[in-house]
Nanobody, 126 residues
Framework: VQLQAFGGGMVQAGGSLRLSCAAS????????NGWFRQAPGKEREFVAA????????YYADSVKGRFTISRDNAKSTVYLQMNSLKFEDTAVYYC????????????????????WGQGTEVTVSS
């Protein structure tokens, strides 16, 4: 499985960005996906997760109501729409994919994901 994240960039506070993560190989349509981020000098943290069907989503409290995770299984792509961006959202964002587990629960821990993209940088200026 290979994951390629893109869509990062620089944006002013209050602005929006949409990240995309394209998957190849594996069984994308049977796997849960997640987004994590790592700010400078900090540990990587969970942002959002989505079930294989798209029917369930889970967000970190810090992004709830501002970010939306979605997926298009026909395109093997997961998205992260980020609105009302804040300076503290500045980080490298990583997409991740778990092993196929249609009945598994959505995870917010790094060890629950088996494949990782290379990261895309988001910079929010205040």
């Amino acid at each position: 499985v290979q994951l390629q994240a893109f869509g990062g960039g620089m944006v002013q506070a209050g602005g929006s960005l949409r990240l995309s993560c394209a998957a190849s190989g594996g069984t994308f349509s049977s796997s849960h996906n997640g987004w994590f981020r790592q700010a400078p000098g900090k540990e990587r943290e969970f942002v959002a997760a989505i079930s294989w069907s798209g029917g369930s989503t889970y967000y970190a409290d810090s992004v709830k109501g501002r970010f939306t995770i979605s997926r298009d299984n026909a395109k093997s792509t997961v998205y992260l729409q980020m609105n009302s961006l804040k300076f503290e959202d500045t980080a490298v964002y990583y997409c991740a994919q778990a092993q196929p587990a249609p009945f598994g629960v959505l995870g917010d821990k790094e060890y629950e994901y088996d494949y990782w993209g290379q990261g895309t940088e988001v910079t929010v200026s205040s």
